[in-house]
């Protein structure tokens, strides 16, 4: 054999006696680690959390850059409470209106005095429509107002007795009339089919207030020179506060 050969043969041996040792180093940890991959392994950290004695707390954790991203929260303060708005004062209590008293206005009929021949002027009139009818009217000529109640009691010529109410005609309030004011009732005479009975002339007239036979209430209005024809049909209405509701019966 020849020296080349057995160098040769040498350097093969060295060569698998390195290998071997330098593997099983590497099997028991003991070998050098590459340089590169341990900073790629140590280069990845475990996310810290730190928390502030205020409360406060920060979370870092690497992003795919390899830069860490710091996120910190923070506990808001308290509003101060707002302060408590002033009580309104009460309002003033409003005086209490004075009481009406009656006045000559007539607006409360309690007040008012009674319509009699001694404070109105009251007259009588035929008229044209409707036939055989006398219109009575009476006007206040006094200085505060009256009232006329109920209806007229009429006295003509030689009547024994004062006519009857159309209790239909019988108004929802009393009639007041105000200084001035005038205030009618509707007479029917006579019918004027001819059905009545018992006719006569009469030419005088007397008219009683409040539904009473005191002269001292009553008022003689003139009649027409002729007179008038009434049987027993002669009828009166209540007072009215218009003309026409006292001629409609």
């Known amino acids: 054999m020849s020296a080349r050969t057995t160098r040769t043969r040498l350097l093969a041996a060295t060569a698998i006696t390195l290998a071997t040792l330098s593997l099983t180093a590497c099997n028991n940890g003991e070998g050098v680690q590459d340089e590169g991959a341990s900073f790629a392994a140590s280069s990845t950290p475990t996310p810290t959390a730190s928390t502030t004695s205020a409360g406060r707390t920060s979370e870092r954790a690497t992003t795919g850059g390899g830069q860490a991203d710091s996120v910190s929260s923070s506990k808001g303060s308290t509003g101060s409470t707002g302060s408590t708005g002033s009580t309104g004062a009460t309002g003033a209590t409003g005086s209490t209106g004075s009481k009406g008293t009656g006045t000559d206005s007539g607006t409360d009929s309690t007040l008012n005095v009674p319509c009699t021949g001694s404070n109105t002027k009251t007259t009588a009139t035929v008229v044209a429509r409707p036939l055989n009818h006398?219109?009575?009217?009476?006007?206040?000529?006094?200085?505060?107002?009256?009232d006329l109640t109920g209806y007229p009691m009429l006295r003509f010529t030689d009547a024994q007795s004062v006519p009857p109410v159309f209790e239909e005609s019988k108004p929802q309030a009393v009639v007041t009339l105000f200084p001035g004011e005038s205030g009618y009732a509707g007479v029917l005479l006579a019918a004027a089919d001819?059905?009545?009975?018992?006719?006569?002339?009469?030419?005088?007239?007397?008219?009683?207030?409040?539904?009473?036979?005191?002269?001292?209430?009553?008022?003689?209005?003139?009649?027409?020179?002729?007179?008038?024809?009434?049987?027993?049909?002669?009828?009166?209405?209540?007072?009215?506060q218009n003309m026409d509701d006292a001629l409609t019966w």
């Open 134 to 146: 006398l219109l009575i009217t009476v006007t206040n000529t006094g200085s505060k107002s009256c």
């Open 194 to 240: 001819g059905s009545g009975s018992n006719g006569y002339t009469a030419k005088t007239l007397e008219v009683f207030f409040g539904n009473g036979s005191d002269s001292a209430k009553s008022a003689t209005p003139s009649l027409p020179a002729k007179g008038v024809y009434i049987d027993d049909k002669l009828t009166v209405t209540y007072w009215q």
